[in-house]
């Protein structure tokens, strides 16, 4: 694998975004070459990923047509990383200038919206390693030869910006100091265990900042396995909801959103089991309809039924949405408990058309149209 490494290297001081002889060859070594020699060692870290070998995937990637700048090779678990623009994994990627390779645990630069994938900031991309490097930090200690950022030398490359501002952490290989494939295959399977560190942290942390809220997600999945729909765009998205869950940010929300009202000489009266909306205030000849939405997340995005969204409209002026953002909570208790976050109240409440995204549809058929 080393003398893969330095002939890809050596390659890349010939890059040319045409298909040249020089990189014809590296395509070879990116896309086969070397997932084959990685593939060697797939049942080691599916044993340190915790998961059954077939489910560890190798890919190789220099360009479809014009060919790229910074190739490079990942290791991942397709399930949860099915393309590189998303998920967490590992990869190999080669600067442009051919003195280095860098072997990162790196994250994709898309998100699922709820209805396609959007590109992150560069500023979700930090936040997101800021989450991870805390989850790593025991293993990290092991190590002294770790560095926080790599720098491609890319010049043309307009990826490369984004490979670097999501790498969390990463091994730096030099050209004339490549180490034995002993090193190489050893610190594969230590950046490995950081990753799989990272999945469990996937799994139980309520939110990872720049994803869509959990609420959006199971809304989304629902919507289409009712209407007979694979959901694989939504397999390794990490925490979700259970009704449990659902219940404690429901009931402390709320109580956060009354003791809110009772501040500024508001009654207050809980009208969520018999209405399409949560609370009915009252002060003196006024009252105001108001929504409550609890989430783990920024609270960019909720849910809300049709029929929330035409009784809000219905109620407009004397209406309101409340939000009550990045709750904590702690699923280690039974039932779950909730506490903390954020409330944001909006009032009067005029929902636009541009500000709701549809989710699903109920469609009158043809065969209802005979009945």
């Not at 020699?37 to 990923?49: G, I, Y």
């Amino acid at each position: 694998m080393d003398e893969t490494l330095i002939e890809i290297l050596d390659l890349q001081k010939q890059w040319s975004a045409k298909n040249t002889e020089a990189m014809r060859r590296r395509g070879v070594l990116i896309r086969k070459t070397l997932p084959d020699q990685l593939r060697l060692h797939t049942a080691t870290l599916a044993e340190v990923l915790e998961v059954p070998e077939s489910e560890v995937g190798v890919e190789g990637r220099d360009g479809t047509g014009l060919k790229t700048e910074v190739p490079w090779t990942r290791v991942h678990l397709p399930l949860r990383s099915p393309s590189a623009t998303t998920g967490w994994y590992l990869v190999y990627l080669f600067s442009a200038q051919g003195n280095r390779v860098y072997l990162s645990l790196i994250q994709g630069t898309t998100r699922w919206t709820g209805t396609d994938f959007a590109r992150r900031s560069p500023e979700q991309l930090s936040e997101r390693v800021a989450w991870a490097r805390p989850l790593l930090k025991g293993l990290l200690s092991e190590r002294d030869d770790l560095i926080e950022s790599i720098d491609l030398q890319a010049t043309k490359s307009k990826v490369a910006r984004g490979y670097a501002a999501g790498s969390v952490i990463a091994i730096e290989y030099d050209r004339h100091t490549m180490p034995n494939d002993t090193v190489l295959v050893q610190d594969l399977l230590f950046m490995t265990r950081l990753l799989s560190e990272i999945h469990q942290g996937e799994d139980t942390s309520p939110y990872i900042p720049g994803e869509v809220p959990p609420e959006v997600l199971d809304a989304t999945e629902a919507a289409a396995e009712t209407a007979g729909r694979r959901t694989r765009d939504f397999k390794g998205q990490g925490f979700r909801l259970d009704a449990p869950d659902r219940r404690a940010l429901e009931l402390h929300s709320v109580g956060m959103a009354t003791a809110y009202f009772e501040d500024r000489g508001w009654i207050v009266e809980d009208v969520g089991a018999e209405e399409s909306y949560d609370l009915l205030l009252k002060r003196g000849d006024e009252r105001l309809h108001v929504e409550v939405k609890g989430t783990v997340s920024e609270g960019g995005q909720v849910i809300l039924t049709r029929a929330e969204v035409e009784k809000q409209r219905q109620f407009v002026p004397a209406n309101a949405l409340v939000i009550v953002h990045s709750i904590r909570l702690d699923r280690s208790v039974s039932p779950p408990m909730a506490s903390g976050g954020v409330l944001h109240c909006t009032s009067p409440w005029e929902i636009a058309e541009e500000d709701l995204t549809v989710v699903s549809y109920i469609y009158r058929s043809e065969v209802e149209k005979a009945l």
